[in-house]
């Protein structure tokens, strides 16, 4: 009797740990700069994290070496930290927000592992869209520079490594950065007939926006919402604009097309 009890007890545990005891998921995003010195920050998701510091899981304060590379965010107390944990019902929306760097030589390499977006561990349940479909890098130079024109970030699905170089555009370089992991419903819409590409992004004078719709209008803003240029009646998939009389900066141009669809791309003019 003692033994079918002890059985039984073993069954219940084991099948209240398979639908409870959910295993972490970790997601490394790791850094190596122009000298070869590495450095690692993390994504979390664990059962027994919560919304504060978890500091068994690392979420707590991590002192920085300030004689080496180091990468880091910030923990809910706003201190240094290299984990960003979260409780499985957040799943699927992670992120590690404003990565800071310091003791670093450009360029850096970037890599993370791909297979994890689908780990088993994760609790993915395709039939109510709950998985990642949107995992980027983005900062101001990823924003011009990627593999994803139409997202303006560095799409992390379909590759495994993203190369940053020298960037310095005012005061901005490639840290601050952010990346973001989560499920976009929009990416199960059809939008690729509206899709543009807009090169060279940073550009100089001259700017060609190619589009595989009909583009009717295109508006141009500058910095502070005011229209700057206005191009009417293009009825055309690709456009050369000459913008020599525009100061350095950013922009957001709307791209109207004829069947009354519009998009806004960012572009910075060097």
């Keep these: 009797m003692k033994k079918i009890y002890v059985l039984i007890t073993f069954l219940m545990n084991l099948f209240s740990g398979m639908t409870y005891g959910q295993s972490q998921w970790r997601f490394h995003v790791a850094f190596e700069d122009g000298t070869g010195q590495r450095d690692t920050v993390w994504m979390i998701y664990d059962s027994t994290a919560t919304f504060g510091v978890d500091t068994s899981l690392g979420e707590g304060y991590t002192p920085l070496d300030h004689s080496r590379f180091n990468v880091w965010i910030y923990n809910p107390a706003f201190d240094t930290t290299k984990v960003s944990a979260?409780?499985?019902?957040?799943?699927?929306?992670?992120?590690?927000?404003?990565?800071?760097?310091?003791?670093?030589?450009?360029p850096l390499i970037i890599r993370w592992d791909t297979s994890l977006f689908q780990s088993p561990l994760l609790p993915i349940d395709s039939s109510n869209q709950v998985f990642f479909n949107t995992a980027e890098i983005d900062n101001d130079y990823f924003w011009a520079i990627n593999n994803d024109p139409s997202a303006h970030a560095y799409n992390m699905l379909?590759?495994?490594?993203?190369?940053?170089?020298?960037?310095?555009?005012?005061?901005?370089?490639?840290?601050?950065?952010?990346?973001?992991?989560?499920?976009?419903?929009?990416?199960?819409?059809?939008?690729?007939?509206?899709?543009?590409?807009?090169?060279?992004?940073?550009?100089?004078e001259n700017l060609t926006i190619r589009a595989l719709s009909l583009i009717s209008n295109i508006k141009i803003y500058n910095s502070m919402s005011v229209?700057?240029?206005?191009?009417?009646?293009?009825?055309?998939?690709?456009?050369?604009?000459?913008?020599?009389?525009?100061?350095?900066?950013?922009?957001?141009?709307?791209?109207?097309?004829?069947?009354?669809?519009?998009?806004?791309?960012?572009?910075?003019?060097?």
Excluded at 88 to 106: C, D, V
Excluded at 187 to 195: A, H, P, R
């Design 86 to 106: 979260l409780p499985f019902l957040m799943f699927p929306s992670h992120g590690l927000s404003y990565i800071e760097a310091i003791g670093f030589t450009y």
């Design 158 to 204: 379909i590759t495994d490594s993203a190369f940053a170089p020298y960037f310095i555009f005012g005061s901005r370089s490639q840290f601050p950065m952010n990346i973001q992991l989560w499920h976009d419903p929009l990416n199960n819409i059809d939008k690729t007939s509206f899709s543009t590409c807009l090169f060279p992004n940073p550009g100089s």
């Design 227 to 270: 229209c700057v240029r206005t191009y009417n009646e293009l009825h055309s998939t690709s456009v050369e604009l000459h913008t020599p009389e525009l100061p350095s900066g950013m922009y957001s141009i709307c791209i109207i097309y004829e069947s009354g669809e519009s998009q806004l791309v960012k572009y910075i003019k060097l």
